[in-house]
Nanobody
Framework: QVQLVESGGGLVQAGGSLTLSCAASGRTFSSYAMAWFRQAPGKEREFVAAISSSGGSRNYADSVKGRFTISRDNAKNAVYLQMNILKPEDTAVYYC??????????????????WGQGTQVTVSS
């Protein structure tokens, strides 16, 4: 069992930056691929970024490529999402997720086994 807790959300102006953090419980964190998803009101949950268990491979949605960076610290059982050049369309609840698989290629929510409660990110224009 893995428990995930996100933090770092908030209100930011367009063009600004935020860093989200996700703290994970469990002794096998370093064996799981991790990802960030987001869900805006009235929309389906969508993939944002994923990182392999070792951190050596990353995968991004086209909409955030070049602006967002996913990273992890296996010693701290944590994963991060650095978000730059934020746009109003980035407004959503952001969720951290863990997969029992190790690769960064899984982009569908069904491929992830554990989820955090979410943190709100609001970007004003």
């Amino acid at each position: 069992q893995v428990q995930l807790v996100e933090s770092g959300g908030g209100l930011v102006q367009a063009g600004g930056s935020l860093t989200l953090s996700c703290a994970a419980s469990g002794r096998t964190f370093s064996s799981y691929a991790m990802a960030w998803f987001r869900q805006a009101p009235g929309k389906e949950r969508e993939f944002v970024a994923a990182i392999s268990s070792s951190g050596g491979s990353r995968n991004y949605a086209d909409s955030v490529k070049g602006r967002f960076t996913i990273s992890r610290d296996n010693a701290k059982n944590a994963v991060y999402l650095q978000m730059n050049i934020l746009k109003p369309e980035d407004t959503a609840v952001y969720y951290c997720a863990a997969s029992r698989y190790s690769g960064s290629y899984i982009t569908g929510p069904n491929g992830y086994d554990w989820w955090g409660q979410g943190t709100q990110v609001t970007v004003s224009s």
